[in-house]
């Protein structure tokens, strides 16, 4: 092994880049004709694809192979078995191919795949073809491949040996066409005489950012391999500095575990029993905190082959509203709901803001109290107002509702289900007859003045009343089909509608010798029918069945109340306790709006009791059944695989509602994130409180460093320890990294004209060091600074024939060589060459609570330069690291 070079390998990989490259080419020509033939023999390594399913072959495959044409491997492996034999073997991102060559190809996603990710010399065993094999890794390297006019190349190779160490090659295709250097020639020779001119250095070299995206990483490391493969029915939150791969590990897992064929037995069972609603390869979700990461997340799932729409990246903000005005029911639509949504109001107490376990719990207590209180209630009313045939119903309620207190409510539904269809017997019989009497006292008025139900209408306009301040006992008058009609004013239905609902409530106050509650509808009403009312008989009759009809609802289809009467449970919670300081900083504006924080409470409770009612066997063989409904459209917002991008700038409510969308046996859920980088008020602070959003959460932390130079790490390293940040999760870079970098930069005392014409200078500076324009951010404190500085950069740049392009709201992107300018808050997980902070000790007075975290994610985007500027001096706490800062580069 110590006598070779650098050609055989270059030789050998560019002409198998061509053949892989050939190949696919070919089958996406036929491959609307592959057949299982085509994967039964050749190739014994490739794992995964020997097991294609074929009914994926359509679209999906046909990409496949026109992205393998593109890009025909990206790794080559050699390997040495327990027999002592060496293979080498070719790796592809997705998919593998047969060669007529019979050289060995295998998919990265594939259990042969996995080598790629160990470092030289480990060794690792391997299922293949049902037994275990184990091999040891003598030899990698990664490639970049891409066609130019002279043929296939690679460029910024990385090369690793077990003895003779890492190196970086510049290009594959250089070294076939240097001179001087002969076949034969040892590896220690070829190094010492020619690596200047032939582009090959001891170590990995720094890749030079370019554009604008998620850097790609094709192979994860042994750590992140690890994270990447475990089983589906996972949930962990991996946690480590800027730059160390964890979207990129995060996407790599969602690809890999989308495909049936990588998937193993048990898996799969997991994948086909969670997947109802939505084929296991569209079922899953991303959710990120802004729409420009957003933006590069799509790009980094293009890369891995993943269709990702709209419909499977989100932002939690649009996501949350969304369903919880089309599919919740919480927020007002034209044809219901009962709140809307005010995100700028700001009502409950700081203390909730930053851990609201405590208020979350005293609504879900409230809400299980209410319900039991109905139950309560309904079997009193039932007891005081059964008929004779009533009688023996309303004594086994009675004996229900001495059992509730201490009983879990899929039991108490459980034994209520039981009850069901002696239940609505009953309600049935005694609605007949109480239906009859209220059609007759309405045809009765009717007949005596044919305007009176338009009469009736234009009066409910003139009220405006809402139906959430209506008799809270009211609502178990009427069937669910009955409240359902449409309630909108100006019309003879919904007059009728409600002209019944009124006499049902009027008669059953009656009955039970109680007065009508005065805020509701109607104790409006029943004045304005003054004398058009029933005889005082008619009504108690009516009363007396309304009554006994209204405790038997309460006990039919209960569960749903449990799910659909979370948002009317928080009104009257909020109500109830809007005193306690605890709780609350000041009364809501208007009852029916809900603040951010209150709206992911209702969502979380509704989903986590929707779950827990899935979760039984009484209900999940019934589940088609139409009184199941509700269930049913909630469970189709679950999903078999559940992502979260930036974890820790979502909050405790959020991630757990996040996490009540996977799939009732999958739970399958993975994050990413870092407490030292959160810049959200209300972001997750420790693992405990990650642990409350689910105990199945699990964290595993890497450290590896893959975007900033040696220098730029140190400097993060000093940051951390003068903001009381995070220690444990300082990043080290590899050791075979030459990524020493340059110190940052630093100017104080200027003006913004000052500031504009020195950030303009050192880009010249950057843009003269790497030879040719890499990407480049400009962070300044607020969203009002973003145009100012665009405009006065470009004004300094022109000369040099560059623009500075002002990326409002995060939302502007830029182009090519542009230089993007970002308020500070939209630049979280991106990455740039050379970052310049405008206005630190602005940052440092004007958000003061934040300050500490804009400054670490701001300074940790840059990848070899960064700059900051002050126009005034250091801010207070950096005054320490005045050391750390050259002038200029």
């Given at each position: ?6 050609e ?39 794992g995964?694809q ?10 999906i ?15 080559r ?19 593998s ?30 299922v ?16 970049r ?44 020779k ?12 001891a170590?990995?070299?720094?890749q030079?950012?370019?554009?604008m995206?998620l ?5 994860l ?8 493969r ?12 800027p730059?160390?791969g964890?979207?990129t590990t ?14 193993d037995e ?32 799509k ?7 993943v ?7 989100k932002?939690?903000?649009a ?14 639509t034209a044809?219901?709901?009962k ?25 879900s ?9 109905q ?7 039932v ?9 023996e ?11 509730l ?10 034994d ?6 002696r ?8 609605k ?9 006292e ?6 005596g003045?044919k305007?009176v ?13 809402d ?13 669910d ?7 909108s ?17 009027l008669?059953?106050s009656r009955?039970?010798?109680r ?18 009312l029933?005889?005082e ?15 038997l ?6 569960f ?33 709006h ?8 209702i ?5 986590r ?12 063989r019934?589940?088609?059944a ?9 469970a189709r ?18 991630l757990?509602c ?6 009732l046996?999958?739970r ?6 870092d407490?030292?980088?959160?810049i959200?008020?209300t ?8 642990d ?17 130079s040696?220098?730029?790490n ?5 940051l951390?320890r ?10 080290s ?10 110190k ?11 500031a ?8 010249a ?11 480049i ?6 969203e009002?600074?973003?145009k ?13 024939n560059?623009?500075?392009?002002a ?15 970002f308020?500070v808050?939209h ?10 902070f ?10 003061p ?10 300074a ?10 002050c126009?005034h001096g ?16």
């Open positions: 092994m110590s006598h070779r070079n650098f055989p390998l270059a030789a050998e990989a560019l002409t198998t880049f061509a053949e892989i490259s050939e190949g696919a080419t070919q089958k996406l020509a036929t491959s609307v004709n592959i057949s299982a033939d085509s994967f039964a023999s050749g190739n014994t390594l490739t995964a020997a097991y294609q399913n074929l009914n994926d072959i359509g679209q495959n046909r990409e496949a192979w026109r992205e393998l044409s593109g890009e025909p491997s990206i790794a492996l050699v390997l040495k078995a327990e027999s002592g034999q060496e293979l080498v073997i070719y790796i592809t991102r997705n998919i191919i047969n060669l007529a060559s019979n050289k060995q190809v295998a998919s990265y996603k594939s259990a042969i795949g996995r080598l790629a990710e160990l470092p030289v010399g480990e060794d690792a065993s391997i293949l073809q049902g037994r275990p094999q184990v091999f040891s890794v003598i030899e990698k390297t990664s490639f491949p891409g066609m130019t006019d002279n043929g296939w190349d690679s460029l910024d190779s990385q090369y690793r040996h077990v003895d003779l160490g890492v190196f970086s090659i510049d290009s594959l295709r250089s070294l076939l066409i240097a001179r001087g250097i002969d076949a034969v020639d040892e590896l220690d070829l190094l010492e005489k020619a690596a200047t001119e032939n582009g090959v250095r170590g990995i070299s720094h030079v950012r370019t554009a995206g850097r790609d990483q094709p192979i490391d042994q750590f992140q391999g690890e994270i990447f475990l089983p589906l029915d996972s949930q962990l939150i991996i946690l480590g500095p730059g160390t964890k979207t995060l996407i790599k897992r969602l690809g890999q575990k989308l495909d049936i064929s990588n998937l048990n898996e799969r069972h997991v994948a086909d029993v969670s997947g109802q609603n939505k084929p296991h390869a569209s079922s899953w979700l991303m959710f990120t905190p802004s729409e420009l990461l957003k933006h590069y997340l790009e980094a799932f293009s890369r891995e082959q269709p990702a729409s709209d419909e499977h990246i932002t939690w903000t996501y949350r509203s969304d369903i919880a005005r089309n599919t919740l029911g919480i927020l007002r044809n219901g709901g709140y809307t949504f005010k995100p700028e109001m700001q009502n409950l107490a700081p203390a909730v803001t930053l851990d609201p376990r405590g208020w979350y719990q005293a609504f207590n409230f809400h299980d109290n209410r319900l039991k209180i139950l309560k209630e309904g079997a009193t009313i007891l005081e107002s059964a008929p004779a045939t009533g009688k119903i309303a004594q086994e309620l009675q004996r229900l509702v001495k059992r207190d201490g009983r879990v409510w899929v039991d108490i539904y459980r209520l289900d039981k009850q069901e269809i239940l609505k017997v009953s309600l049935d019989e005694s007949e007859i109480t239906d009859q009497l209220l059609k007759q309405r045809n009765r008025i009717f007949n003045d305007e139900f338009h009469r009736l209408a234009l009066f409910l306009e003139s009220i405006q009343q139906d959430d301040e209506a008799d809270e006992d009211a609502e178990f008058d009427e069937d089909s009955e409240t359902s009609v449409s309630s004013t100006g019309d003879i239905q919904n007059a009728v509608r409600v002209y019944l609902a009124s006499l049902r409530a008669a059953r009955y039970r010798k007065s009508l509650p005065k805020d509701s509808r109607a104790a409006k009403i029943v004045p304005w029918l003054g004398s058009a029933p005889p008989a008619v009504l108690l009759e009516i009363g007396q069945r309304t009554s006994f009809q209204n405790g609802r309460r006990f039919i289809n209960a749903r109340r449990y799910v659909t009467d979370v948002s009317s449970s928080y009104r009257l919670f909020r109500k109830e306790t809007s005193d306690f300081k605890e709780f609350y900083c000041e009364a809501a504006s208007n009852p029916s809900l603040s951010v924080m209150e709206l992911d409470a969502v979380l409770l509704m989903l009791n929707c779950r827990a009612l899935l979760s039984q066997s009484f209900i999940d019934e589940l088609d139409p009184r199941f409904e509700i269930l049913r459209n909630l917002l679950f999903r078999n695989q559940i992502m979260v991008d930036e974890a820790t700038d979502f909050s405790m409510l959020e757990a996040m996490e009540s969308m996977t799939t046996k999958g399958s859920f993975f994050a990413c994130g407490f030292n980088q959160r959200t008020h972001g997750v602070r420790t693992m405990e409180q990650i409350w959003v689910s105990a199945r959460i699990s964290a595993k932390s890497i450290n590896l460093v893959y975007r900033q040696r220098a730029l140190t400097f993060a390293g000093d951390l003068i903001l009381d940040g995070d220690l444990s999760a300082l990043g870079l590899p050791k075979e990294s030459t990524h020493e970098g340059v940052p930069v630093l100017l104080e005392r200027a003006s913004e004209d000052e504009a014409a020195w950030v303009a200078q050192r880009i500076e950057v843009e003269r060091a790497v030879k040719k324009m890499p990407t951010a400009v962070l300044v404190n607020k009002d600074d973003v100012p500085m665009a405009e006065r950069l470009t004004g300094y740049l022109e000369t040099v560059l623009k500075a392009v990326c409002e709201e995060g939302k502007a992107l830029g182009e090519g060589t542009d230089v993007r300018v308020s808050q630049i979280k997980g991106l990455e740039f060459e050379a970052v310049f405008v206005g630190i000790d602005r940052c440092a007075e004007q958000n609570k934040l300050f500490d975290r804009y400054l670490y994610v701001g940790t985007r840059a990848a070899t330069y960064l700059g900051m500027v126009y250091l801010p207070l706490k950096m005054k320490s690291l005045a050391d750390s800062f050259d002038k200029k580069w």
